[in-house]
């Protein structure tokens, strides 16, 4: 983005680069990349081939040189090379890879005054994707002794009523929910069906993705609430919502930096990482929504996407009570895997220079979501793309490769970091057919 906005200041002295989406809005160009494998899959050992299509205006380019290099998902590239459009389509040999991964070949085309760059990633045997990272001897009892510390505070929220989001279908509610005796307490919008029978709804908790910000969107799901499900979207920090964009532009300014970040925050020790408090307010949070007098007693739905994608499927590995989880391009996943010379999972940590030391590798096991994985039990649906430079496919595959419980995926191979609103009610879809009726 920087680079962007520095681009638009100075276009007087620079090239103007266009960052072209597999399906771009409003954009002049389209660029279309088509593997010759239709799922975007093949075996190692197996080459690749991609045709690559380039529109002006809706009209082919022809005559124009692609530069382009190729490196494996996340990696510095290891080839680079050029061909030339004739009637606007050239094609590229991607090669093969030696072990299960990702390849990624990303381009350009300089027309003029202006950069317009595409990528896309080809995947060889995902399937066999293991993560790198190891479940400490101890992962099991140290989130199970944090968890019973945790269970001694009682449970404590307020609630007050937001007219802003209520509808004739919908009751909405700022929530305060306190963490433990230091006072700590995160907030969140908690969803009711109008007129919600006793012991009627499923819950549903929302995670949030990263940053330090306001619950973005909080009706973006309304269809579970007016379907019957109560729905509790969280945010991490202990901050109002309510607060103006203003507030949360200064605080995450002041304490959301490069340097600062909540996402270093204590990574040298297990016990003082910022997100250990975050992932038991996700239990909390469950406490909450099953001592509701509403809660059907039944169906307990984890969902969120990122990082909140993260913390659904840890909370669904910690908590028992959790019936169905849906995640979305986890984060958090295999964030070791840079050591191991291929794509680590957001935020990406050991790609930053002294980052891999034993103190941070360590800290980083109790909370990597490959090791929760393997622990949950509830029926789980996975999506994610394989163009998504923020949480890698080749973290997603090792986290998804390592789930033990029943499971279902909807890949996305063009997506980058993002979901549709059709594929987020898809997801909803698969939620109602995977609800309790007894």
């Known amino acids: ?44 050992g197996e080459n690749a081939t991609i045709e690559v299509q380039f529109y002006k205006y809706g009209i082919p380019q022809d005559g124009v040189t692609i530069e382009y290099e190729l490196g494996d998902d996340m990696m510095p590239a290891d080839f680079k090379g050029s061909t030339v459009l004739r009637d606007g389509k050239a094609i590229i040999s ?17 027309i003029g005054n202006e950069i317009y760059r595409h990528h ?22 140290f989130w199970s002794d944090n968890k019973a510390e945790q269970a001694k505070f009682p449970l404590k929220y307020t609630k007050e009523r937001l007219e802003k989001y209520c509808t004739d279908k919908m009751d909405c509610y700022l929530v305060k929910l306190l963490l433990n005796s230091r006072g700590q307490a995160i907030y969140g919008y908690l969803f009711y069906p109008r007129n919600a029978k006793l012991k009627s709804c499923p819950v549903v908790l929302c995670p949030p993705g990263a940053g330090i910000k306001t ?47 909540y996402l270093n925050k204590g990574l040298e020790n297990r016990d003082r ?12 949070s469950i406490d909450l929504l099953v001592s509701l007098p509403e809660w059907d007693r039944k169906n307990v739905i984890v969902q969120g996407g990122s990082q909140g994608g ?34 680590g999972g957001y935020p990406h940590f050991f790609r930053v220079a002294g ?36 949480c890698p496919p080749t973290t997603s595959y090792a986290v998804y ?38």
């Open 1 to 44: 983005m920087k680079k962007y906005l520095l681009s638009i200041c100075f276009f007087c002295l620079f090239p103007l680069v266009v960052l072209a989406e597999n399906y771009p809005y409003r954009s002049d160009v389209l660029w279309v990349a088509v593997p010759d494998h239709a799922n975007w899959l093949y075996k190692t």
């Open 94 to 110: 991607i090669g093969t890879m030696a072990q299960p991964g990702f390849r990624d070949c990303r381009m350009s085309i300089s």
């Open 120 to 141: 896309i990633k080809l995947g060889f045997s995902p399937e066999k994707i293991r993560p790198y990272t190891k479940m400490p001897s101890d992962f099991k009892k």
């Open 215 to 261: 619950i973005v969107n909080p009706l973006r799901h309304k269809y579970y609430v007016e379907q019957g499900c109560i729905r509790f979207e969280m945010e991490i920090h202990g901050l109002n919502p309510e607060m103006s964009s203003i507030q949360f532009r200064e605080i995450n300014a002041a304490f959301n930096g490069k340097e600062n970040g």
């Open 273 to 284: 990482y910022y997100m250990k408090r975050v992932y038991l307010a996700c239990i909390r």
């Open 310 to 343: 993260a913390l659904s499927l840890m909370t669904a590995g910690l908590d028992s009570r959790v019936t169905a989880c849906v995640a979305n391009y986890p984060a958090f996943s295999d964030m070791a895997g840079y050591i191991a010379g291929r794509a």
């Open 355 to 390: 980052m891999d030391t034993p103190e941070y590798l360590n800290t980083m096991s109790y909370y990597d979501i490959v090791n929760f994985a393997s622990m949950i039990k509830a029926p789980t649906y996975m999506t994610w793309g394989y163009n998504d430079n923020i």
């Open 401 to 438: 490769n390592m789930l033990r419980c029943p499971k279902e995926s909807l890949i996305t191979p063009s997506s980058e970091h993002w979901t549709s609103d059709n594929t987020e009610y898809k997801l909803w879809m698969w939620v109602k057919k995977h609800l309790r009726k007894k």
